[in-house]
């Protein structure tokens, strides 16, 4: 099978407009009669469920938490990004989609990553419309700032809580289309399978958390915002819902994962303190705009920081990236905190452990100056660690955060089935190996706002669909397969609890597929994969019923996932034998440690089709062609 | 400095929202002081579990303050002791050894229980459903700079919205009024330029179904602004009540 990204003919500026002219439209009378499933609520999910219901499509969105506004994108603390060259510093749409294409280290797609930058100025307007409060001038203009390491202040900002506010922007006009009875939630539902009925996604079954009901639900489209799976690490800045099992599921009924491998691993997290750690904290890259990285220079020394003199300090990046010095991308700065920590020269007790040091930027700006940006993020470090960021410099160690891996989908954001949509950081699209700080947020809005509106208009005008029900025996068929999954998870009966299980997991990834990876770790790591995933079905321990509210069974049915789809994540580090973003293996680096690509034989979309359980499943490449940019070593030096 | 505890916890349970629920005891040993409240009742549920007894359950999801999912009533007080601090974010190192906890969750009519410490706050959607938003349709925006807001007010406006829908005023109120999270939504639209043409339908239709959904009256008791862990300021509710009367006024003229 050849993957056809279907990306429109022509000139890259022009790709987008000539492509929506292209669409075949949908009658407005008949919108009315074409039932969408969205599942999920977050940026993405929220947006599409929202602009889809006010095209006149009748909307059906799901989401696990106990209301839509919850979602995981609530999270996001730095900023949106987008083109509008307020600052007239030199920005453009050509320049956000030249850092997004080299940022991402040559991996995503030109024809997509432009359109994400073109319409990135339209996000800005739409959610000023909404009423988010963005930051301002005194002038009553917006502010903006310069974040992860971009060259130009782009990022629109709402204090630390940008993915808040526009998650209850999109929330908002989803809330509004509630009360129109243009959509209808379901709230605490958690997708566990989709159908597909002669090669198109006709619907999914969910679980009603609360009742342990299995429901199906059939619609003409089914449009998958379901976030990322950073959770297969145990240990990340991700909301504890967060999981692979609804990809995963759509996966296993032929849908195409692309780069698995390529996960992202934040460099200013709080360190972890202790096993019985449930997940990490981030602290907003933003802070790298005025603290200092650095280590002792001599490996095992414990003097507490104020006591090492500076000349005894080693400002690690600064020195090795002159140019960018503490900006440089998530990768490299992750990479680098790791390199100092195995060398002995970590902080803190475990060793894990970097200093990101403000003492300089208070002394040049004054505390006030210090405390007005980074007000917020000083209280929480604090709140969480007890330790005061004024007076000692911050601890901060690279944490799983984002993937930029999930289902492939072409230039309509279709994946391979027909009808099954994918958005947000559940596709693969537009960052590559490696994704820029607020570019998410600007990627998850962009699609459901301004992407999915036009070509899921496309799909449902240019395709005959037979009418079904929930009858037909499709929806039958995965309802026995979950109620049968269901039903082994709860009889398995073992000794060990779900989460340590999961633990482990995450210990063997974050060993084996973390920062840095190589070919002999990568196969110990599937092998010990296999065997945990054997002693989960045979050991683990998950209390209570299925027709109960249960916490424990939820949690039991995404780690099972979890646990074979590390495997594919793993394969996929196996299979691609260059450098790049985030993927680093180690036998592919320059004299200086940094990621090598491979141009020639790895320029490439890897997309894996799932063939059994006992089979290895099938790759097939999408060649990535660059006609508007040189292919570049990045350098941050 | 980390040091490992011992508690006793009294916790509420209840196997569904029709059922009888009571307090169990629980003895959790060796809690670090550096655990946050949730990773705490974690390691209570793990032996819960391993014990074969029905873990707690709880609502949570990010552990860091910001989705509004936790929250408890931890000795008499919604989200703790410590103030403009949620449950996730509370840590052991403010409980001493040998302390007795009881936990318990959010009481309102409006709020029923669905099982141990999670409840139903699907009302809260069903407040903003009636009219906390701009009806704006995505694609017909002007350009995000043509209307300045001064910064003054793009501040208040993001003050009132930085609510997180927990509830934990609702659980805080003598009466379990709604009044701070609804005027909260009600400020932040009526602060803005961009909210003031519909302001006077929101503040009726949104009040008006806060009373339906049975959310009590206001008396002007303040617990709700002490106990958020927002700090959402009850100047939100005064600018309520003006919105209201301001409404009423309009609504009469018609
Ligand atoms: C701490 C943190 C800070 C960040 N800061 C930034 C930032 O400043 N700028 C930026 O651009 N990006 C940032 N990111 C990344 C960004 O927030 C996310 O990539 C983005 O919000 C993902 O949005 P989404 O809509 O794709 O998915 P999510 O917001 O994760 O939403 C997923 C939705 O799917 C639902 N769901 C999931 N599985 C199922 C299932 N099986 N059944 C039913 N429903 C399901 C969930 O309930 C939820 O509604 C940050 C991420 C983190 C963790
Ligand atoms: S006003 Fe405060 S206490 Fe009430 S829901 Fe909002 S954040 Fe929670
Ligand atoms: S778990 Fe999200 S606010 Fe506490």
Redesign the pocket.
Known sequence: MQLDAKIPSGPLAEKWDKHRFELKLVNPANKRKYNIIV????????SAAASLAELGYYVKN????DS?RR???????????AAKNYQNDGDSIWRLFYDTIKGGDFRAREANVYRLAQVSNNIIDHCVAQGIPFAREYGGLLANRSFGGAQVSRTFYARGQ??QQL?LGAYSSLMRQVAAGQVTMFPR????DIVVINGQARGIV?RNLITGEIESHAADAVVL????Y?NVFYLS???M???V??TFRAYKKGAFFANPCYTQIHPTCIPVHGTYQSKLT?M?ESLRNDGRVWVPKIPGDKRPPNQIPESERDYYLEEKYPSFGNLVPRDVASRNAKAQCDMGKGVEETGFAVYLDFADAIKRDGKEVIEQKYGNLFQMYEKITASNPYEEPMVIFPAS??VMGGLWVDYNLMSNLDGLFV????NFSDHGANRL??????Q?LADGYFVIPYTIGGYLAGTDRPEITTDHPAFKEATHYVTERTRKLLSINGKRTVDDIHRQLGQILWEYCGMSRNDEGLLKARKLIQELREEFWKNAMVPGSSEDFNQSLERAGRVADFLEFAELLVIDAFERKESCGGHFNEAYQTEEHEARRDDENFCHVAAWEYKGDDKDPELYKESLVFENVTLTQRSYK | MTKNINITLKVWRQKGPNVKGGFETYHATNISTDMSFLEMVDVVNEQLTLDGKDPIAFDHDCR?GICGMCGAVINGRSHGPEKGTTLCQLHMRHFSNGDTIVIEPWRAKAFPIVKDLVVDRSAFDQIILAGGYISVNTGGAPDANSIPIAQEIAELAMDAAACIGCGACVAACPNASAMLFTGAKISQLALLPQGKPEAANRALAMVNKMDELCFGNCSNERECEAECPKEISISNIARLNREFVKAGLVSVVK
Do not use: D, K, W
């Open positions: 599942v999920g609520t977050g940026l993405a999910g929220g799901f989401c696990i938490q839509p979602a995981h994108s609530i999270a996001a603390q730095g900023g949106i990004n940008t993915g998650l539902r958690e997708m566990l969910v915002c379901t976030g990322g950073a800045t991700n909301a819902a967060s999981n099992s609804a981030l907003s955060h984002y958005m947000g950081e559940a700080g607020a570019s998410a947020l600007m998850g | 860091e």
